[in-house]
């Protein structure tokens, strides 16, 4: 099955809807496929048809206001206000690693699972979507890495801070470790993988966009 990518809009705009193999000269507009947001922007001359190099069927509805985000990905689905499309584009890009076979790092190195995946993706998409909706604070995306033991890290990073969180197949918290770059002012252990917590949320805050 091709995978599909649906936009959520604001009630009560006028709409169109196009699929990727769909073309009808009488439009007067184009929409290119932006390759950070996995958004359609409207372009003023008319092209052909972009080739989308990943999704191989797109439906979707134009309306002026966008408002949230659906995607399935490695039959998960997920759901993110448009703000944090980067959230989602990184969560898309490490659905890659469940495909790594054993010994990946030519050193033994463990299979990563789909549940572990799971729930990291999870993980990230539940903080990112609580401070925004609380807080209305946009995080940034976190670098989501395989480990060698068949766990998965979340590292984010800025100037101020940095923060890894590790999420364990067998586990149902994460172990994490964050510091202002020195040793005296630095925060560790570990939360539930499937609740927020709000001191942990509040440190997350620091990497905000």
Known sequence: MPETLQCKYLPGKPQKSLTEDSYFPSYRKLWEFAKKA?????ISIKRDIIAFSHIQT?????????????????????????ELVHILNEIEVSSNIIDLD??????GALQISYE???????????YSK?????????????DIAA???????LTWSSKQARLLVNIKEAETTA???GDYFTENNNIK???????????????LKVFKV
């Open 102 to 107: 054993k010994n990946w790092d030519d050193e």
């Open 38 to 42: 996995y958004l359609f922007e409207p």
């Open 130 to 142: 609580w401070i925004y909706n609380n807080q209305n604070i946009i995080i940034s995306e976190p």
């Open 189 to 203: 252990g570990n939360i539930p993988i499937n609740e927020i917590n709000e001191f942990f949320a509040y440190w």
């Open 116 to 126: 572990t995946w799971e729930k990291a993706t999870l993980f990230i998409s539940n």
């Open 147 to 153: 480990v060698s033991d068949g766990s998965i890290d």
């Open 58 to 82: 797109i439906k979707f509805a134009m309306r002026q206001a966008v408002d949230e985000i659906e995607k399935q990905i490695k039959g998960l689905k997920f759901s993110f206000p448009i």
């Open 175 to 177: 172990s994490y470790y």
